[in-house]
């Protein structure tokens, strides 16, 4: 399968805490996405990486790539309720413009 | 930003019958677009590629001729399930992609929640 890999699968935190979460994937890669995803609707896109970059930041967001153990980091911090979602990484590799999204990390953010 | 629609964004239909799903991009003109899949609780899978005026690419496992892929203009992609079947009950995302951009970023439809009784 293409489909990259996230853990945890599941992650219950308090409001304020920072979350963090991990994806592993398989061939080398061109970018790196992460997207978030309320319960029944459409991604939203949060921050792309490209392979070239070792980390980036958007607002509460922090992402780290490290190519050489094919994975990255998203690091929500000072964690709110509406963070409460699914978080999914998505790769794109040199040869097309597919994504292929890894299993994806089930936020809940308590109040 | 970019806009992607799809119509509908629910469909409920009976066992044998095909239901046609479209996705358009409504300010930008999308020479590639990708449609997904996604179960309850799980992620997205990537079904196919639609590129305007060729034929679809299938990712592996995916039928062809069960879900057929028509991109006949720069904004509009459709993607029709064929003799549906309660196991293709889910939710069905599009995305596009520009040629304007550089960087690869596609964007995402809302998605078609279907439900075949």
């Known amino acids: 399968s293409q489909q990259g890999e996230e853990d945890p699968q599941a992650l219950s935190i308090q409001e304020g805490e920072n979350a963090t979460m991990n994806c592993s994937y398989k061939t080398s890669i061109n970018n790196l996405q992460w997207y978030r995803q309320n319960s029944g609707r459409g991604l939203v896109h949060l921050i792309l990486?490209?392979?070239?970059?070792r980390e980036k930041h958007s607002g509460r967001l922090r992402v780290t790539l490290d190519t050489s153990k094919k994975s990255s980091s998203l690091l929500i911090t000072a964690s709110r309720a509406a963070d409460t979602a699914s978080y999914f990484c998505?790769?794109?590799?040199?040869?097309?413009?597919?994504?292929?999204f890894g299993t994806g990390t089930s936020l809940t953010v308590i109040p | 930003g970019a806009v992607v629609s799809q119509h509908p964004s629910w469909v409920i239909c009976k066992s044998g019958t095909s239901v046609k799903i479209e996705c358009r991009s409504l300010?930008?003109?999308?020479?590639?677009m990708f449609w997904y899949r996604q179960f309850p609780k799980q992620s997205l899978m990537l079904m196919a590629t639609s590129n305007e005026g060729s034929k679809a690419t299938y990712e592996q496992g995916v039928e062809k001729d069960k879900f057929l892929i028509n991109h006949a203009s720069l904004t509009l992609s459709t993607l029709t399930v064929t003799s549906a079947h309660p196991e293709d009950s889910s939710f069905y995302i599009c995305?596009?992609?520009?040629?304007?951009?550089?960087?690869?970023?596609?964007?995402f439809g809302p998605g078609t929640r279907l439900t075949v009784l």
């Open positions: 990486i490209r392979s070239n970059e």
């Open positions: 995305s596009a992609f520009g040629t304007e951009w550089v960087v690869n970023e596609q964007f």
């Open positions: 300010d930008f003109q999308a020479t590639t």
């Open positions: 998505a790769t794109d590799w040199y040869t097309g413009n597919q994504f292929y």
